[in-house]
């Protein structure tokens, strides 16, 4: 919810407050820093303390940082401070968000790969995504509902969802996996090893390719379509929507139905993908720019299960903590590639970033086929697996 509520809020008010494009995405910028460096650390520290404490303390750092956002708003709106003294002040709040938000997607991956067989992991991942996609379905509606009263309303009410998700976590959430007293001593689980190495150049890829799609996408509809703030918020709200809603369908019932392999999500998903984005470089109408987020949806929603499943699979048990980091990290590289190369480039040329998450796509699509993934395509022993990781679960008796 918050994703799509800020993608789709944030572009006009900020035009509204005198901030340009390249302002508005650098405001994401060192959030996103803060989350590729933090998320390999939290999802470590999963591994030692425990996934639930993680998992509390992300979402706790999410709602400080959006109602903290949306206080910032208010005073920019009423000219209480200068607007480059209220600009580095939001990009501090929004950091707050990368340094201790970005533990609860590292712990809850690997809270789901503690209780899930190799068979059962990329259905488990997948379910992690559609918690995703539902938040963005909810996000638009929920903000068109409230921007009635007021058009930040959202942000302080988004705060206050996540600290009584937090509350409701930490009553009810079973923490299962005795924390670790004294860390084990083991070598960290390192970007360059080559188990894991494809599935994180994918995690990247996917990462900039959804950066530069919806973090431009408001901005090219306003000048390409000729559109005021409110049609845009409307129009990219939908778009969003009908994205978020394609992503969910093949999260929640194609990819637990179809049994398929890792490499085929991976290749069906990428085609989506290239359609999808295939169809921004066109000539642009309203139905084209729904037609090519729905498609582009659909296909992250069959590659990023895929990609975190992948990189699971390919670690030892011990491992997840830190590979679960390590994916999540990948998620924020693109928030990063925007303001530096996808922003100015859009100045240039308007469909400039969406060629460049072809290119992406394209890339994808060949180490997909290559050799690199046949280690997903080995028989697995479900019932050697099971055990070994149930063994490390403090479970009751009637697990």
Known sequence: MGQSLFFALLPPIARDLGLSEVQVSAIF??????????????????????????ILMGLT?????????????????QGVMPLMTLYAMMIFVRAIFGLFGSGTPSAAQAYIAD???????????AAIGAAFGMGTILGPGFAAVLATFHLLAPFFALSIFALGGAITIALFLPERRRPTEI???????????????PFLFMGVAVSMIQAAVMQVAAFFVMDILLLDGAE?????????????????????VIIPRANLSVRALLTYGIGFNIVGVGLLLIPMSVGVFICALTLQGFGMGLMRPAVAAGGSLAVSPEEQGAVAGLNSSTAAVGIIFVPI???????????????????????????????????????????????????????????
Do not use: N
């Open 29 to 54: 910028t060192l959030s996103a820093v803060m989350w590729v460096v933090m998320s390999p650390f939290w999802g470590r520290r999963s591994d030692v303390w425990g996934r639930k404490p993680v």
């Open 61 to 77: 750092g999410f709602g400080i940082s959006t109602g903290g956002f949306g206080v910032l708003l208010v005073l920019g709106q």
């Open 115 to 125: 209780r899930t067989s190799r068979e059962e992991r990329t259905s488990g991942v």
């Open 183 to 197: 860390e084990t001593e083991r070598p960290y689980l390192k970007i360059s090893d080559k188990r894991i190495r």
């Open 232 to 252: 845009t918020a409307q129009l990219v709200g939908g778009g969003m929507m009908s994205m978020a809603i394609a992503t969910l369908f093949a999260q929640l």
């Open 341 to 399: 190369i996808a922003m100015p480039l859009y100045l240039i040329l308007p469909t400039g970033p969406f060629w460049i998450a072809f290119g992406l796509s394209i890339a994808m699509l060949l180490l997909s086929r290559s050799s690199a993934l046949d280690v997903l395509e080995s028989p697995i022993d479900v019932d050697e697996v099971e055990e070994e990781t149930l063994s490390r679960i403090d479970r009751p008796k009637d697990y």
